[in-house]
């Protein structure tokens, strides 16, 4: 069962909301987030689908973009008082949650007012939000996964489930990565693909505890990639393909995160040497992080200051 749902609207928050579910993936897994566009069975009444996976949910967020509450016809307020609108039906269920609720706000989007929505739906705004801020997208994933790993810890001390060590989980991929390319030397792909399958399905489990290992998250892509290669070999094309690609997509999340920190990293360090009066060391580090994120907006606000205030 998923363990992160995502609620939205698409006319306002699809793209924030698919950036988000990269970075979900990542540290669930595919089969633990749950987004309606991706996740509905074809032939199927779609609303008890959805009701179902928000109430075995960990985690609901309601991502609220800028124009989630537009006026108009076709406006948040007006939809939302529409008693058949889905969005208004998807908070009203996760609502009956007694946590893990989080308003995801995005977009500069504020927290609406109560007096905004329907009563059923006014106690959203008692529920502890977060900003998601795009020029600091790194840091914001920190704090909202710092919340969801809290969450996932709650959920496994609930069900009596024990969270195993982080150094006795890397041992047991280390031993499964010795064990798949074993069976691969000796051309098993179906026992090599088994073995993946298995390391694929520990992350699952584990990884929503250690949220910001990045050890693991490599692990993921590596066993994505190691899943790939088996089923190449045993002749399966499809399964390669989109195993390959969900590597692809889980080295690129991971890659973004990196360079955005990094960005993050430098520009911070840019302070020091310009605080002690070395104009081209302090533009030199944020030359670095405008390299890694180019839209960066502190750091293009202090190139700006550095050049300014030493000639430069």
Request: hydrophobic letters at 45%; charged letters at 25%.
């Amino acid at each position: 069962m998923p363990g992160v749902f995502l609620s939205y609207r698409r006319s306002d928050a699809g793209g924030w909301a698919g950036r988000l579910k990269d970075h979900l993936v990542l540290r669930f897994g595919p089969d633990r987030v749950w987004q309606d566009v991706d996740d509905l069975a074809l032939g199927a009444d779609y609303l008890p689908q959805i009701l179902d996976n928000i109430t075995s949910a960990d985690a609901v967020l309601i991502v609220i973009g800028p124009h989630w509450l537009d006026e108009g016809p076709a406006g948040g307020k007006a939809r939302l008082r529409n008693l058949k609108d889905v969005l208004r039906l998807e908070i009203r269920h996760a609502l009956k949650k007694p946590s893990g609720v989080i308003p995801a706000l995005v977009g500069g989007a504020q927290m609406p007012k109560s007096g905004d929505l329907p009563r059923s739906l006014a106690p959203l705004v008692n529920r502890n939000g977060i900003a998601l801020v795009d020029a600091d997208w790194s840091r914001s994933m920190q704090l909202l996964f710092e919340r969801l790993q809290d969450l996932a810890r709650a959920a496994r001390t609930t069900e009596a489930v024990a969270i195993p060590a982080l150094p006795d989980i890397l041992d047991k991929l280390d031993d499964l990565q010795t064990r798949y390319f074993e069976r691969l030397a000796t051309n098993d792909s179906p026992a090599a693909a088994a073995i993946a399958r298995e390391a694929l399905q520990l992350l699952d489990d584990q990884m929503p505890n250690y949220a910001h290992d990045q050890t693991l998250q490599l692990f993921r892509g590596f066993f994505l990639k190691n899943l790939a290669m088996a089923l190449r070999d045993s002749g399966d094309t499809p399964g390669f393909e989109a195993n390959l690609e969900l590597a692809a997509h889980i080295f690129e999340t991971i890659r973004r995160e990196a360079e955005l920190h990094l960005a993050n990293v430098y520009t911070g360090a840019a302070a020091i040497p310009m605080l002690r009066g070395q104009g081209p060391p302090a533009l030199d580090l944020i030359n670095r992080a405008l390299t890694l994120a180019p839209s960066h907006p502190y750091a293009l606000h202090d190139r700006k200051e550095i050049r300014r205030f030493f000639g430069l």
